[in-house]
């Protein structure tokens, strides 16, 4: 999938949270829902990785926020990041991994990361990078990758893994960090 053509994909915040929904130019645009940790959806549309027309729904199902024109018009605690303004994209490879049991699983990775400091030190670490992914999903088994929570549980180890090789004093901040790791394409067989 291409992010860029308006096409539709599943996204991971490194804190968990979960955007499923269009995209257009790299950026969230369009229609599609948000998951917070809390439970909470943000449903409606994006434009330009902005909240547009959004209402929030707790997780008892009562309307508890709503955004009108990017405009926030109703809110009770609102606590959802909005996304990154500008995030930059580094296409990883396609991996085709057989796992213990026989099952193949076949995906396309991308990292959002938030600033180019970090990006510039992920791709002249690309290979490393790569290594690290593909050992990742050979944890999996082919009992394991039946369950539902499995791609959240890889997308969180894989950023958890990939941190450990940064250098003890990166030149990046805190405000740059991999912000989600994005499967554009996840076949299991």
Do not use: C
């Not at 996204?11 to 950026?27: Q, V």
């Not at 901040?173 to 554009?184: D, P, Q, S």
Request: charged letters at 25%.
């Amino acid at each position: 999938m291409d992010t860029n053509r308006g096409e539709k994909a599943v996204l991971t915040y490194a804190d968990g949270r979960t955007y499923e929904g269009e995209f257009l130019n790299g950026e969230i645009h369009g229609q599609g829902r948000m998951k917070n940790l809390n439970g909470e959806y943000w449903v409606g549309e994006w434009k330009n990785n902005l909240l547009w027309n959004i209402i929030v729904i707790s997780k008892d199902g009562n309307t508890i926020g709503e955004v009108v024109k990017g405009e926030i018009q109703k809110s009770q605690n609102l606590n959802v990041e909005e996304p990154l303004s500008n995030p930059l994209f580094l296409p990883l490879d396609s991996f085709e991994v057989i796992l213990k049991g026989g099952k193949t699983i076949k995906t396309t990775i991308q990292l959002m990361i938030s600033g180019n400091k970090m990006f510039n030190f992920l791709e002249n670490n690309l290979d490393k990078v790569k290594e690290i992914v593909s050992t990742e999903i050979l944890k999996l088994t082919a009992t394991n990758i039946e369950n539902t929570y499995i791609r959240q549980d890889l997308k969180q180890s894989i950023i958890t893994s990939i941190s450990n090789i940064y250098p003890d004093n990166p030149e990046w901040g805190e405000t740059e960090a991999i912000r989600k790791v994005l499967f554009e394409e996840f076949l299991i067989q």
